[in-house]
């Protein structure tokens, strides 16, 4: 489902280059959870920047679900990405001008995704009710506590029914109980919709849910191993 070689990423800082990722190679199998552990600076975010098609690598290759990413454009890069990717942002990045419903429909209007205007609204308060929001669906983000706004933010993730999703740091700005809800919460969505699920975490709890574990030191992988 995705494929890395050679992966590297540079950024100009001051007079010298800064190499953040460097060298990277790996393979992740479809309905793979994988996590991806590292302490501050070791090129996490980065990584997962790059095999989500957020970033250009500044050397190597990103494949997924069979499409290479550099033989495709910015706006191609962005239709596959709407057909075929969710993310999940640390900072949740709703639209804080729409409800938790409209939110929702958002991946699925830039999807162009099949339905009329009615059944798209049915499909997104479904997937909230899924979450535990379904009360909650004419509600906006300030009106959310953080807990309810990532389980918006996941519900809008799995609304294009993505082949892989990726998640920033999920419980990165969560309490301790709450992030517990949304761990089991994404464990749940990925068994029922058979996705492959990459996430960047420092969450000890939470990576020890996942399939397979790769750590990042310096931009390289040190380890990558599978548990259970």
């Known amino acids: 489902m995705i494929i890395a070689r050679n992966l590297s990423q540079t950024y100009r800082s001051g007079p ?15 309905n793979e959870f994988v996590a991806i552990l590292g302490p501050s600076g070791s090129g996490k975010t ?47 990045q709703l639209i804080p001008t729409l409800t938790a419903l409209e939110n929702v429909l958002v991946p699925l209007e830039l999807a162009g ?10 499909r997104a308060h479904a997937l909230l009710e899924r979450v535990g929001l379904g009360d909650r669906t004419d509600h906006y983000p300030q009106q959310l506590s953080g807990g309810e706004q990532q389980r918006v933010a996941l519900a809008r993730a799995f609304a294009s029914e993505p082949k892989i999703l990726f998640a920033d740091e999920p419980t990165g700005n969560l309490d301790g109980e709450t992030g517990a809800r ?41 380890s990558d191993e599978r548990q259970g």
């Open 182 to 222: 949304i761990i089991d919460l994404l464990v749940r969505l990925n068994e029922e919709s058979a996705t492959t699920l990459v996430l960047v975490t420092h969450d000890l709890e939470l990576a020890r849910r996942a399939g397979r574990v790769i750590r990042l030191a310096s931009g390289r992988v040190i």
């Open 16 to 30: 010298e280059p800064l190499t953040v990722l460097r060298d990277v190679d790996l393979e992740i199998a479809q």
């Open 46 to 92: 980065t990584l997962l920047g790059l095999l989500a098609g957020l970033d250009t690598p500044a050397t190597g290759t990103v494949q997924l679900a069979g499409a290479p990413l550099g033989d495709l454009g910015e706006d191609e890069r962005a239709r596959f990405r709407a057909g075929n990717i969710g993310f999940v942002f640390q900072t949740f």
């Open 113 to 122: 995704a099949p339905g009329s205007a009615e059944e798209l609204a049915a």
